[in-house]
């Protein structure tokens, strides 16, 4: 079946530093999703990607789908202490209609 | 609240004990998950409904599994038999559409089996 990857499993980072978490599925996807859980909190939706190779922005965050649409990144410029969770890439293949969740990178943003 | 709902926020029963979950989608969503969630790990799925009807349930879901969603509104989660590798986050997630779908959660039953 469909398997979805992250790297890495945490990340610690400076007030200001930049962090990339990067995604890959185990087949092509039909499109490719980003959630956001703060601490204690439900995953909440960040973007979706469609196309291949396709970049969008949002304020300080870039998402990236990959040529292959098998891997996606996502890039926050400056962290901020409020960027801190765990953020899920899910992934919807061409046969399946439900999103595999990846296991998720934890971000710890330091003042 | 126009929001996904779950209830209860948190249940704890004896292992062999039966336990019911509810959600109560975004009203004019017409499809339904559930997943659930242990610590460290990412949303894992379980089922999934468009409208009443159920499309897709994980092969790895035990039989004492089983979720309805009469007249594809509200929709609840059993659990017969329970076990203690039960215990996990249950989330309920909805959506409307299929092209540019995204899913909106709810804050989930924390499920402890003693």
């Known amino acids: 079946g469909q398997q979805v990857m992250q790297i890495p499993q945490y990340q610690h980072v400076q007030e200001g530093e930049d962090f990339t978490t990067y995604c890959n599925s185990s087949?092509?996807?039909?499109?490719i999703q980003w959630y956001k859980q703060r601490p204690g909190g439900h995953p909440v939706f960040l973007i979706q990607l469609v196309k291949s190779g396709e970049v969008k922005k949002q304020k300080r965050l870039t998402f990236q789908f990959g040529e292959a649409k098998k891997n996606s990144s996502l890039h926050i410029t400056a962290t901020q202490t409020t960027d801190v969770g765990t953020y899920f890439c899910a992934g919807r293949d061409n046969y399946g209609q439900n999103f595999v969740f990846g296991p998720g990178t934890r971000l710890s943003v330091l003042p | 609240d126009t929001g996904v709902s779950q209830d209860p926020r948190h249940k704890i029963t004896k292992r062999g004990q039966n336990v019911t979950f509810r959600c109560d989608p975004i009203?004019?969503?017409?499809?339904l998950y559930w997943y659930r969630q242990t610590l460290g790990q990412g949303p894992e799925f379980l089922t999934y409904?468009?409208?009443?009807?159920?499309?897709?349930k994980s092969r790895l879901l035990s039989d004492r599994f089983s979720a309805e969603r009469p007249k594809g509104s509200f929709s609840t989660l059993e659990i017969q038999r329970t076990e203690q590798g039960d215990s996990a986050m249950y989330l309920c997630?909805?959506?409307?559409?299929?092209?540019?779908?995204?899913?909106?959660f709810g804050s989930g039953t924390q499920l402890s089996v003693l």
């Open positions: 409904f468009q409208n009443e009807a159920q499309l897709e």
């Open positions: 087949t092509t996807l039909s499109n």
């Open positions: 997630a909805s959506s409307f559409g299929q092209n540019n779908e995204k899913l909106f």
């Open positions: 009203s004019e969503h017409n499809r």
